[in-house]
């Protein structure tokens, strides 16, 4: 499938009134083919498959993913991967989507290359 894009802005607004650092604070990052991927070692993980689609336990809360992100949750679970490597059978729009969730649950860190 065509690559809809070189890369990826994304901008989380932490509900700030005023512009501040840490958690009231703006957040943007570019996500690029080359991105390197891992998933945050401060938050211990379960992956538990369901009939109809993938859990993933975190502390205080369970995250449901359609059973096609399977393989890409156990390959973040494996070690650090590039975005471009990070196989899903889902368009491109969409592994944006579900890494953009990832990262806005602070399950996902992408490092600096």
Do not use: Q
Request: some cysteine; charged content about 25%.
């Amino acid at each position: 499938m065509a690559r809809l894009c070189e890369s990826y802005w994304m901008v989380d607004w932490s509900a700030a009134s005023k512009p501040a650092i840490g958690g009231d604070s703006i957040w943007i990052g570019a996500l690029t083919p080359d991105s390197i991927l891992r998933l945050n070692d401060r938050l211990p993980t379960l992956l538990r498959a369901r009939e109809n689609n993938v859990e993933l336990l975190v502390p205080g809360k369970v995250l449901g993913f359609p059973l096609a992100c399977r393989t890409a949750l156990e390959r973040l679970r494996a070690g650090p991967v590039r975005y471009a490597d990070l196989a899903l059978p889902l368009s491109e729009s969409d592994r944006a989507l579900f890494v953009r969730s990832l990262l806005l649950e602070g399950l996902v860190l992408v490092d600096e290359r």
